[in-house]
């Protein structure tokens, strides 16, 4: 059979079951329909549940006929995975349960369905490495950070064999030199958080080892990145991974495509952008009181946007999964109101630690503090951040550097305060403020002062060096998603590649 005469491609996306990998696995999942290519997408059933329940997922895709939802077995850990301990228990049932699963739907006429004939799997799935080479099916994985924290994770037994690791003293300015290309500006502080463990033999960080090691193995690696942004890295990493498909910001590449489709069909209804979140709080009328206060809160908080001067917010946002103490939160506010600055807040309901703290931290508030809230401020439990960084009033972002947050405020412009909290964003923060400059690194430390001084730099005294930069960013953003720009014709070789695939895998052509 010829390759025009085939039926399409049926891919396999396993995203590792967490917000943020099913998030940005799914708009890959889009881009790849969008292409006529099938999608079976493979997830735990508490996030099948959630996905249904809390987004549009169904709308979203109903105009994909080839895109099905298939959940892994009920026996899947399928609690929170908040804590390492948590993470390990996920990992060993995912290597115990999904391994026999895999094997069932890559079977050559597994269910009457047509056969799988390419597998996209997160970065840190390595039993889908296992079962793919085992049923000859190609497979590619998918990593959701950004290049430089993964070259990081890459190069950590060259910092163990040089002696950089584990840490000896407590001195956290100390230069790294084995992580190559990075050996002028990266400190141990800039590490992956992982990396600051003592103990190397514990379950969680050979986990993180040797999950990253595996990626070699597969035939490539897709990455949310774009050459502009992390080229010099990108060099490294294709000294071990060549066959490497840089398609990000993957959120604006979604939407330009959608735009293209629209425009072919003449339609406007398929560039509406979906919602983000879907884990946030536990029990199921808190999720519904939450989701329709949402969409009331929405509609403030962007009035409150419409009604600021051009350039003059700070929006404040640590991600989907940091959580703070409350003396954290005071010390924000503090310096957030000293600096004087109008501000955006995002308080996630689940973000609090403690459970006295979480329910009584606006009561035992410092009055000035309330007040001055009202006065420039204004505080959400969820807010549409893609939305909220495009708008005009935005000037600043107080971020907690995950990487989908750091591409978003790249895409749009908006240099960044960084406060990392854990995993990749130490490495992300480092780039924003010392390779990029579009942005302050603030890790470590949470202090009014400095918060109030790195506002009032960032915002006030040196807001137009940030900007400059920050916008001569977004715009080689938006270069590389031009029909020449190299995530679009990355995204198009990933295509074409996925196509031959058909006429690859014993059994599966
Ligand atoms: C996790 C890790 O913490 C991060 O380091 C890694 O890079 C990906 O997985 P998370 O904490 O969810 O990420 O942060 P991030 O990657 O920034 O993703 C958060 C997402 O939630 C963004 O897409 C953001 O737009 C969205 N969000 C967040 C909202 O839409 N509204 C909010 O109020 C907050």
């Known amino acids: 059979m010829g390759v025009a005469e085939l039926p399409p491609p049926h891919v396999l996306i396993f995203p590792f079951p ?5 998030n ?99 970065g840190i799935l390595s039993m889908a490495l296992d079962v793919a080479e085992e049923m000859d099916v190609p497979i590619i994985y998918f990593r959701t950070i950004g290049a430089s924290a993964f070259w990081a994770y890459l190069c950590i037994p060259q910092l163990i064999e040089a002696g950089e690791m584990p840490f000896t003293g407590n001195d956290l300015d100390i230069r790294i030199a084995n992580v190559k290309g990075m050996e002028g500006f990266l ?76 425009a072919r069909s003449n339609s406007s209804s398929t560039t509406t952008t979906s919602s ?14 939450f989701w329709h206060g949402l969409v009331n809160s929405t509609v403030r908080l962007i009035y409150f946007l419409t009604k600021q001067p051009p350039k003059s ?43 006295d703290d979480k329910e009584n931290y606006k009561a035992t508030t410092p009055r000035e503090l309330e007040e001055a809230t009202k006065e420039r401020g204004y505080m959400v439990g969820w807010a549409p951040q893609e939305e909220v960084l495009a708008h005009p009033a935005v000037c600043g972002f107080l971020t907690h550097a995950g990487w989908n947050s750091t591409l978003e405020s790249v895409v749009d412009g908006v240099p960044m305060i960084c ?21 302050l690194d603030m890790k470590d430390i949470c202090d009014r002062a400095i918060v109030e001084k790195m ?3 960032l915002m006030v005294e040196r807001k137009d060096e940030f900007l400059q930069k920050a916008v001569e960013m977004a715009r080689l953003a938006r ?13 198009d070789r990933l295509i074409e590649d996925i196509r031959l695939t058909r006429n690859i895998g014993k059994g599966h052509a």
């Open 24 to 122: 940005s696995m799914l708009k890959l999942a889009e881009l790849l329909c969008l292409a006529g290519i099938n999608i079976t997408y493979l997830v735990s059933p508490n996030i099948h549940e959630r996905l249904l329940r809390h987004t549009d997922i169904e709308s979203r895709f109903s105009k994909y006929p080839g895109f099905q939802l298939e959940t892994l077995p009920n026996r899947v850990y399928q609690r929170n995975v908040n804590t390492a301990d948590e993470v390990v228990m996920l990992y060993d049932s995912l290597h115990s349960f999904a391994k026999p699963f895999l094997r069932d739907i890559l079977a050559p006429n597994s269910g009457g369905k047509p056969p799988v004939t390419c597998i996209i799997a997160d």
């Open 187 to 262: 400190r141990r502080r800039d590490l992956p958080s992982f990396c600051r463990v003592q103990d190397m033999g514990s379950t969680d960080f050979r986990m993180v080892l040797s999950e990253t090691q595996q990626t070699p193995r597969a035939k490539g690696l897709i990455l949310n990145t774009f050459e502009d942004l992390e080229g010099p890295i990108l060099t490294q990493i294709r000294k071990i991974c060549p066959n490497l498909y840089t398609i990000g910001p993957l959120h604006a590449h979604l939407k330009t495509r959608l735009l293209q489709a629209a």
């Open 276 to 289: 983000n979140s879907f884990v946030t709080v536990v029990t199921r009328d808190q999720l519904l009181e």
């Open 313 to 355: 917010v700070l929006y404040v946002s640590f991600g989907s999964v940091t959580v703070v103490t409350r003396d954290q939160l005071l010390e924000f506010w503090h310096g957030l109101v000293n600096s004087t600055v109008r501000f955006l807040w995002v308080v996630r309901p689940d973000s609090i630690a403690g459970k």
């Open 419 to 439: 406060w990392p909290y854990f995993a990749d964003q130490q490495t992300n923060s480092r780039f924003v403020g010392e390779v990029w400059k579009i942005g």
């Open 18 to 22: 967490a917000q943020g990998h099913v």
């Open 479 to 491: 270069k590389g998603l031009e029909e020449e720009g190299t995530s679009f014709c990355n995204l």
């Open 455 to 457: 506002i009032r730099d």
